[in-house]
């Protein structure tokens, strides 16, 4: 039996185009689900930019989407290096010392 296509209608926002800047990622997981906030990260202030929440199965996919595309770019434009992890403790506002 062939399958059919399907065209999926996705609805964006205009403001949700321009897109936001990330200079720090956190994850958090459960055996359920998987919580990435994305920061905007300007000593000494910080906010949170985005909190994308999805199941272990699909950040799979998308880990491996971006392996795959990694890849690419670097073909494209050279290797990328990494840098050193920042030192500096972050926190949230409020949070006990």
């Keep these: 039996m062939e ?3 399907r065209e999926i ?3 964006v926002r ?3 185009l321009r897109g936001v800047y ?3 990622m956190q ?3 459960t055996k359920d689900e998987f919580i ?3 920061f905007l990260v300007s000593p000494p202030n910080g906010i949170l930019n985005s909190r994308v929440i999805m199941n272990p199965a699909h950040l799979k996919r998308m ?3 971006l392996q795959e595309n990694l890849g690419r770019y670097e ?3 050279g290797k990328i290096e990494a840098t050193a992890v920042p030192e500096q403790k972050i926190g949230f506002a409020g949070e006990d010392k």
């Design 3 to 5: 399958q059919q296509k």
């Design 9 to 11: 209608k996705i609805k």
């Design 14 to 16: 205009d403001e949700d």
């Design 22 to 24: 990330s200079n720090l």
């Design 27 to 29: 994850i958090l997981h």
């Design 36 to 38: 990435l906030d994305f």
């Design 63 to 65: 880990i491996s989407a």
């Design 75 to 77: 073909e494209q434009f």
